[in-house]
């Protein structure tokens, strides 16, 4: 069971909690707002798939906002292994100040006919690896980054080289998540593939939930004689 915190936006309450069991919510919690109101909703989707909540909540308004606490619910359940991405407002935004809107409509456009034939990933692709390698807004599991994003170095293998210089130790960085591997730069020193690097931590050691481990050591196993 994985747990995700949402910031909802519109709307009253200023965190949505709950727990996806593969396809499964449960444990839905809402912060602030109307309590008697919230808690019903909460009851009345406990053990509700993903499909089953957006079918009976997504579209539903409250008054002229243009969405509601329901409708909210409904648009963040939708998660993928690699947790929130542009479902939440704020990273969709981040998407739209870095690469501009006729950008970012053409990567949906193109996503959405991919879909149709089976590839996934190209919303992504086509937008790069500032908008790819985005992460934080934690929500309440993380509060110092509730409302914070982490971008991607800009220099990356300059980095990995700055961390030798100061530590003696080779280094390289990579966005890992439930979806796959990235390798995003390294230390001039390491010579080895990139497929084997990227295949070490293939199985993303460092935690998609709550781990937030910052450093994963890889050593190579040696035979004990």
């Known amino acids: 069971m994985q747990h995700f915190d949402y910031k909802p936006h519109g709307v009253c309450p200023m965190n949505i909690s709950f727990d996806l069991d593969g396809d499964t919510v449960h444990n839905v919690s809402f912060k602030g707002g109307c309590n008697g109101n919230l808690q019903a909703i909460s009851r009345v989707v406990e053990g509700m798939t993903v499909e089953q909540i957006e079918g009976y909540l997504l579209g539903n308004q409250c008054g002229?906002?243009?969405?509601?606490?329901?409708?909210?619910?409904?648009?963040?359940?939708?998660?993928?292994?690699?947790?929130?991405?542009?479902?939440?407002?704020?990273?969709?935004?981040?998407?739209?100040?870095?690469?501009?809107?006729?950008?970012?409509?053409?990567?949906?456009?193109?996503?959405?006919?991919?879909?149709?034939?089976?590839?996934?990933?190209?919303?992504?692709?086509?937008?790069?690896?500032?908008?790819?390698?985005?992460?934080?807004?934690?929500?309440?599991?993380?509060?110092?980054?509730?409302?914070?994003?982490i971008r991607i170095p800009t220099e990356p293998d300059l980095l990995c080289d700055q961390v030798y210089e100061k530590t003696g130790v080779q280094s390289y960085i990579v966005d890992a998540n439930g979806l796959g591997v990235e390798l995003m730069g390294k230390s001039s020193g390491i010579t080895a593939p990139e497929t084997w690097l990227t295949e070490v931590i293939r199985d993303n050691p460092a935690g998609q939930e709550e781990q937030m481990t910052p450093f994963i050591l890889v050593r190579r196993l040696r035979d004990v004689g």
Do not use: N
């Open 64 to 149: 002229m906002k243009g969405t509601s606490c329901a409708d909210q619910l409904a648009k963040c359940v939708r998660q993928t292994p690699a947790g929130p991405g542009m479902g939440l407002p704020v990273k969709m935004q981040f998407a739209l100040d870095q690469e501009g809107r006729a950008r970012v409509l053409w990567a949906a456009l193109r996503a959405g006919l991919d879909k149709l034939r089976g590839i996934h990933g190209t919303f992504y692709r086509l937008l790069g690896p500032e908008v790819r390698g985005l992460d934080g807004f934690y929500g309440e599991d993380i509060p110092a980054y509730a409302d914070l994003g």
